[in-house]
């Protein structure tokens, strides 16, 4: 009933930079949270960057002042811009989201995910 559409990933060599989206669609009456994610072979899945509906950020560490995560509300898309990408940045990105739902006079709140994107930081 909600599919997240991603896009942006690709090969870029290290100090480049990268852009992905996320375009959320179906039964949507709101979103309170969006995210991205990514996982490397080998490593746990970890959260890259999260904003509410408000606007409000978070990220990891390793991230902080390369990545900024943003999005429109307006279509239901979330962003993710990476600058001065490194090798280490080379995973699997999945967007996430928290979106409520509505059917008749039921309401309901539910995770999805989108399909990944390969990001390749190389040389």
């Known amino acids: 009933q909600v599919q997240l559409q991603e896009s942006g990933g690709g090969l870029v060599q290290p100090g480049g930079s990268l852009r992905l989206s996320c375009a959320a669609s179906?039964?949507?009456?709101?979103?309170?949270?969006m995210g991205w994610y990514r996982q490397a072979p080998g490593k746990e899945r970890e959260l890259v960057g999260s904003?509410?509906?408000?606007?409000?950020?978070t990220y990891t560490d390793s991230v902080k002042g390369r990545f900024t995560i943003s999005r429109d509300n307006a279509t239901n898309t979330v962003y993710l811009q990476m600058n001065s990408l490194k090798h280490e940045d080379t995973a699997g990105y999945y967007c996430?989201?928290?979106?409520?739902?509505?059917?008749?006079?039921?309401?309901?709140?539910?995770?999805?995910w989108g399909q990944g994107t390969q990001v390749t930081v190389s040389s």
């Open positions: 904003i509410t509906s408000g606007g409000s950020t």
């Open positions: 996430n989201a928290d979106v409520r739902s509505r059917r008749y006079s039921y309401y309901r709140n539910s995770d999805y």
């Open positions: 179906g039964n949507i009456f709101s979103i309170n949270v």
